[in-house]
């Protein structure tokens, strides 16, 4: 993705980030907060990246929803690309404090960090 394609991206998830959470669609809300993370990695924040992608694990695990087969194939490699970036205990801070926090927390994360 070139930039003028990661920033279109990024509207359109801030978009469908909002729609899901005004409906209370959880399963929505994570699948965006990974589709920003991956937006964020692409364009070097890697901290956002991080938390939100931590975000979007939690919640996953809390209404009991895995990543859609076409995600789950890349989403090792990623995870493992931004670690490399971060450096562990950057990453691992970054990632643990994201795991702990509200959800209402990383939606406005992804929209403050992605605005």
Avoid: K
């Avoid at 996953?60 to 931004?82: D, F, K, S, Y």
Wanted: charged share 25%; glycine share 6%.
């Amino acid at each position: 993705m070139d930039e003028g394609n990661l920033g279109i991206a990024r509207h359109f998830y801030e978009q469908s980030l909002r729609i899901y959470r005004d409906l209370n669609t959880r399963q929505g809300v994570a699948l965006t907060l990974v589709r920003l993370a991956r937006v964020c990695l692409r364009e070097g924040q890697t901290e956002a990246s991080a938390r939100l992608w931590a975000s979007a694990e939690a919640l996953r695990e809390q209404i009991g929803m895995q990543l859609p087969p076409a995600e789950q194939e890349n989403h090792a490699q990623e995870i493992a690309q931004l670690r490399e970036m971060m450096g562990e205990i950057p990453f691992i801070t970054a990632w643990s404090s994201a795991r702990t926090a509200a959800l209402d927390q990383a939606v406005r994360l992804a929209l403050n960090h992605s605005s």
